[in-house]
């Protein structure tokens, strides 16, 4: 199994290389539109190669869903943490009841057995021999 992983990685890692030698042109990127950096007197750019920004993009994008995910989850964790905190209340208060009632311990099941079992003692005669 860890050579399948390391094969991916490897695969994964010859794309990311293929993809920077054949992208390694420099782009510029301007955090305003031309139009609105001419309104408001500033143009904040950045000049990178552009397997750069593209990997930058792509990092972006998973630490937003990542993000995004784990704050659309979080009803379900809520959900999560009282179950679990009912599941001890409930476990403790059977312990309770088992400590304070060992009697009502006992399977009505088993006992209709037993006393069947008894109930067949107690009639058949032993055979003489």
């Given at each position: 199994?860890h050579?399948?992983?390391?094969a991916?990685?490897a695969?994964?890692?010859?794309?990311f290389?293929?993809?920077?030698?054949?992208?390694?042109t420099?782009?510029?990127?301007?955090?305003?539109?031309?139009?609105?950096a001419d309104?408001?007197?500033?143009?904040?750019?950045l000049?990178?190669?552009?397997?750069?920004?593209?990997?930058?993009s792509?990092?972006?994008?998973?630490?937003?869903?990542?993000?995004?995910e784990w704050f659309?989850?979080?009803?379900?964790?809520?959900?999560?943490?009282?179950?679990?905190?009912?599941?001890?209340?409930?476990?403790?208060?059977?312990?309770?009841?088992?400590?304070a009632?060992?009697?009502?311990?006992?399977?009505?099941v088993?006992a209709?057995?037993?006393?069947?079992e008894?109930?067949?003692r107690?009639t058949?005669?032993?055979?003489?021999s």
């Amino acid at each position: 199994m860890h050579y399948i992983r390391y094969a991916f990685l490897a695969i994964v890692a010859v794309a990311f290389v293929t993809l920077a030698l054949a992208n390694r042109t420099m782009t510029t990127v301007a955090i305003l539109p031309g139009a609105l950096a001419d309104l408001a007197g500033v143009n904040p750019s950045l000049t990178l190669p552009l397997f750069i920004v593209i990997g930058g993009s792509v990092v972006l994008g998973l630490l937003l869903g990542f993000i995004w995910e784990w704050f659309r989850e979080r009803s379900y964790r809520a959900e999560a943490v009282r179950a679990r905190a009912e599941c001890a209340s409930l476990r403790q208060e059977l312990g309770q009841v088992r400590h304070a009632a060992p009697e009502t311990q006992k399977d009505d099941v088993l006992a209709i057995v037993e006393a069947s079992e008894a109930r067949t003692r107690r009639t058949t005669v032993p055979a003489v021999s």
